[in-house]
């Protein structure tokens, strides 16, 4: 489903602060700074494209489909996903964690980088790394991806294998990255909308029953 596609492919080429030894992505994939930014991710399902909000521990992506707007709301801090219909009032609540496993053990994905030199990417000085990201599954990430000082991840580009052994190749980069406060209502589920909440279904169920919300999910 695509915006499963467009977390798992965020997600994956989420890497860290500048280290040399391998570390676990999702402990890293959060710069202690607030910032906001155009960001565009693509993959062999197309690009997308939308505006970021990020806290430490929070972040939220808006973005369009083929269906309409959508947004992902990521909540590290409650283990907590949502997937949100603007058009239709509407969300879905998933545990991190079970999403994680059925994206092939991405909850468990390593990073190991080596730098390659500073570059500057979109008025933003980085440094390039050339970055190895290996999952529990048979998952990988191989590519290069660009920090700034503060640990944002700016670009990031290369192939992602799924467990299948399914080479794809992905991309995301920001944007007129703006580093500053952030309000905090951005990370809050709206009132007034609908809500399912699959958060407590384990894992081993999570994937059956979000193949059956498919026609909902991809506004069919």
Do not use: C
């Not at 505006?51 to 939220?60: D, S, V």
């Not at 997937?83 to 994206?103: E, F, Q, T």
């Not at 730098?115 to 990201?133: A, C, K, Q």
């Not at 209502?185 to 059956?212: C, I, T, Y």
């Amino acid at each position: 489903m695509r915006w499963l596609l467009v977390l798992v492919s965020v997600l994956m080429s989420l890497g860290a602060v500048p280290a040399i030894a391998a570390e676990r992505a999702l402990d890293l994939l959060d710069p202690a700074v607030s910032y906001t930014a155009d960001f565009t991710v693509s993959s062999d399902k197309g690009t997308y494209s939308g505006l970021l909000w990020h806290q430490p521990g929070r972040e939220r992506r808006s973005y369009m489909t083929k269906g309409g707007s959508q947004t992902i709301l990521i909540r590290r801090d409650l283990d907590s996903a949502w997937m949100m219909k603007p058009s239709g009032k509407w969300y879905v609540g998933l545990s991190l964690r079970a999403l994680g496993v059925i994206a092939g053990g991405i909850d468990n994905l390593t990073v190991s980088r080596t730098p390659l030199g500073d570059e500057d990417v979109n008025g933003h000085r980085t440094t390039r790394y050339r970055v190895v990201g290996q999952g529990p599954r048979g998952g990988r990430f191989d590519g290069d991806a660009w920090f700034t000082r503060e640990g944002i991840m700016i670009k990031a580009a290369g192939t992602l294998t799924d467990p299948d052994g399914r080479h794809i190749p992905v991309q995301t980069e920001l944007s007129r990255l703006m580093i500053g406060r952030v309000d905090p209502k951005n990370f809050e589920l709206p009132s007034g909308w609908m809500g399912m909440d699959l958060r407590s279904v384990p894992a081993e169920s999570l994937a059956q029953a979000l193949e059956s919300l498919k026609p909902l999910l991809e506004g069919r």
